[in-house]
């Protein structure tokens, strides 16, 4: 079992920045972040492979986003910039053991319990 702990979220103003973290327990294939926003499904947000630290990025967020990680891969950072009111959400990390159809949530085993993130216009 992997725990994961996400700390980072806030309030934050139209075209500012937060950068949130994910700190795991254990070894996994990939980490990925998804959001939901009230009323809306789970959204795929970008993720970062274990081994050898290829990144993935929605296309809704390619660009604005970086996904990077510690050296040894036990934190995992996503760096959200130019921050529009639509990407209010809570923010949740979650891990894999296989890379295959890692942009679906239910490819992902253990998930932390996410973090807000509030963008004001």
């Known amino acids: 079992q992997v725990q994961l702990v996400e700390s980072g979220g806030g309030l934050v103003q139209a075209g500012g920045s937060l950068r949130l973290s994910c700190a795991a327990s254990g070894r996994y294939a990939v980490m990925g972040w998804f959001r939901q926003a009230p009323g809306k499904e789970r959204e795929f947000v970008a993720a970062?492979?274990?081994?050898?630290?290829?990144?993935y990025y929605a296309d809704s967020v390619q660009g604005r986003v970086t996904i990077s990680s510690d050296g040894a891969k036990n934190t995992v950072f996503l760096q959200l910039n130019s921050l529009k009111p639509e990407d209010t959400a809570i923010y949740s990390c979650a891990v894999a053991f296989t890379l295959f159809r890692l942009r679906v949530p239910e490819t992902y085993s253990f998930w932390g319990r996410g973090t807000q993130v509030t963008v004001s216009s």
């Open positions: 970062i492979a274990g081994s050898n630290g290829n990144t």
